[in-house]
């Protein structure tokens, strides 16, 4: 079988009663074109393999002696080991340059030479994952929305959530990032009933982000592998971006809602799913088809300014972004080099009848149509429509995840409750010590080479704490609520700060000895407006602004649940580095520069140290 390609190695249901050293299985799982024998069993040829799962259930041989099965997890496609591995006592597992994702590798403690000590901790964590049960499995996937500003992002998760139209009202607009939770059966249970239990068990943990280019920067730090992007566009406003020649025509507005975005994703999270979603269909005349599957004529919708288009027009935007997206991938698909993967974008159902299709009756490849509706407006107006694909999109998509719907050590579960529980009490701390979550984890009975890889798991997978051990002035601290970090941090970049900063909303609160005068605070302001420096002592008002600002009233930020101080300042400055949002100068001394602010050109005052910082 010289040109066969091996997708599944299944060794299920068979009689091998004896696998002695002239039947030993070498399963050095490598790309295509590496070689391997598999002696015996297919009489010996030498196969070309490109295996990215193994299928070892109801396995009937024992080996014994020194008889053992080697497979090597590297260099393939591999993302999901299964259980069965746990119960062969004779397995040798090479974990090095793996795309292993479950285990996952930060569950998986030793030495990533030490093949022995990594074998037994992933052995482990599988058989403790058997042994939890049903309420030990993970239903949890983190999702990103991004897109413009005034895309929908916000309204389609208020209508996500609420099951009814819940537009974001104009003066509301996201900033920075929103943390919330969204769960799918509970209003949209006949999108999911048609699938498995385990997506009807899918829980959301939904990161909106602004779409102001005033944020770009801190979008970065938080576009991580194991998140569901979903990329939305307005699908009216590049129809009307489309007609304009000053915008570059299809090809500006493309780069404009999509392709940037593309690539921002692309270079943070190399294969990363992306679901792509066209918002304000309501902007365009003709038939389409509701959520309920039943015909709806939706037509102009007042909420959104600019003429109403026609349904021919929204065929037309659909056909463009198909086919700039195919030309985009085939282009990066033509420079890719080594092991960089491609975007896995996800496709929409055409067999799917309750799904919006273009007054003409086709669907588009890429774009999943929705409509969030306005309770304000006419009945016609007020359906969401599509929502009922996306969502079964979202949750088929969540397969693609190999620590979804999978079984993890109740003990990891059990810590993992704690944690939310610590966070979920009134006047919690939205932060604690390294020492006191470790200590959390040893009395749920985790193991203490498993601490450390639960605590990244639940950071970088989940998304429902933060912890940044590589940064020496946050090793020892553990942020277990996110938003309120993400609270704390946009106050130094926030849309339209210039008319937020009035020291009139927070002089009266202000403690005396940060309180600073006019000119000292003018003087402060226009430094980092003007120039993107910002002072130590402007950033630890800023820091405290929005619990000062009458017009906000966020004393939950600091006071009741944790007092501000110097320390907290250096922790809360180095999570500016951290995330790329400041960059510390060494002259003037204590001062940041804030790049979203910066002028094109090097300003006078950091002239000196520009190049060093």
Request: proline fraction near 6%.
């Amino acid at each position: 079988y010289p040109d066969c390609r091996v997708a599944h190695l299944g060794l299920r249901n068979n009689n091998i009663g004896d696998l002695g050293p002239q039947h030993l299985l070498l399963a050095r799982l490598r790309r295509s074109r590496t070689r391997r024998v598999i002696d015996r069993f297919l009489s010996g040829s030498p196969l070309p393999t490109a295996l990215s799962r193994i299928v070892l259930a109801y396995i009937g041989f024992s080996p014994d002696g020194n008889d053992a099965i080697t497979i090597g997890v590297k260099q393939n496609d591999i993302t999901r080991l299964p259980r069965a591995l746990a119960f062969l006592p004779h397995v040798n597992l090479h974990f090095r340059r793996s795309k292993l994702q479950y285990p996952p590798p930060a569950l998986i403690s030793g030495p990533i030479t030490d093949h022995a000590a990594q074998t037994a901790s992933a052995r482990r964590f599988l058989l403790s994952a058997f042994a939890s049960g049903a309420d030990g499995t993970n239903h949890t996937l983190r999702v990103v929305l991004v897109g413009l500003a005034k895309a929908g992002k916000t309204s389609l998760l208020n209508a996500l959530r609420t099951g009814a139209p819940a537009p974001e009202d104009e003066g509301t607009r996201t900033e920075g990032i929103d943390i919330d939770v969204w769960t799918p059966r509970v209003h949209w249970s006949g999108a999911l009933a048609h699938l498995d239990e385990r997506h009807r068990r899918l829980e959301c943990r939904v990161w909106d982000f602004a779409g102001q280019s005033e944020y770009y920067l801190t979008h970065t730090m938080f576009l991580r592998p194991g998140a569901l992007n979903l990329l939305l566009v307005d699908l009216h406003q590049f129809h009307v971006d489309c007609s304009r020649e000053d915008a570059g025509g299809d090809e500006g507005a493309y780069r404009k809602h999509i392709g940037d975005w593309l690539d921002a994703v692309r270079m943070h999270v190399p294969g990363a799913n992306v679901l792509v979603v066209g918002t304000h269909i309501d902007m365009f005349g003709g038939a389409v088809v509701s959520s309920s599957g039943g015909a709806a004529a939706v037509g102009a919708n007042p909420i959104h300014s600019g003429a109403a288009a026609s349904s021919a027009d929204l065929s037309d935007a659909l056909r463009t972004i198909d086919t700039l997206i195919d030309e985009h991938e085939q282009m990066h698909s033509d420079r890719r080099r080594g092991n960089n993967t491609p975007l896995r974008l996800s496709q929409v159902p055409q067999d799917d009848a309750t799904f919006p299709s273009s007054g003409g009756g086709s669907r588009s490849k890429y774009v999943h149509c929705v409509s969030c509706g306005d309770p304000d407006q006419s009945s016609a107006a007020q359906r969401l429509v599509g929502m009922e694909t996306l969502v079964a999109s979202v949750a088929r998509t969540s397969d693609a995840y190999p620590t979804m719907h999978q079984p993890f050590p109740g003990s990891v579960m059990a810590f993992r409750r704690e944690l939310h529980n610590a966070a979920s009490r009134p006047n919690a701390l939205p932060r604690e010590g390294l020492s006191t979550i470790r200590q959390w984890a040893q009395e749920c009975k985790v193991a203490e080479g498993d601490i450390d890889g639960s605590i990244a798991f639940m950071g970088d997978t989940l998304g429902e704490l933060l912890h940044y051990h590589d940064v020496p002035a946050l090793r020892d601290t553990v942020f277990t609520d996110p938003q309120w970090l993400m609270d704390v941090m946009k106050s130094v970049v926030r849309f339209e700060q210039d008319e937020r900063l009035n020291l009139r909303n927070v002089r009266s609160r202000i403690p005396p000895a940060l309180k600073p005068s006019k000119s000292e605070f003018k003087s402060m302001r226009d430094s980092l407006l003007n120039h993107g420096v910002a002072s130590r002592k402007l950033l630890d008002l800023l820091f405290q602004w929005d619990a000062w600002d009458r017009s906000r009233d966020r004393r939950d930020l600091w006071g009741g649940r944790i007092a501000y101080t110097a320390q907290r300042g250096d922790e809360i400055c180095a999570c500016l580095v951290e995330f790329g949002i400041g960059v510390k100068l060494d002259y003037p001394r204590g001062a940041y520069l804030i790049p979203s602010y910066a002028p094109l050109e090097p300003p006078p005052l950091v002239q000196a140290s520009w190049s060093a910082s």
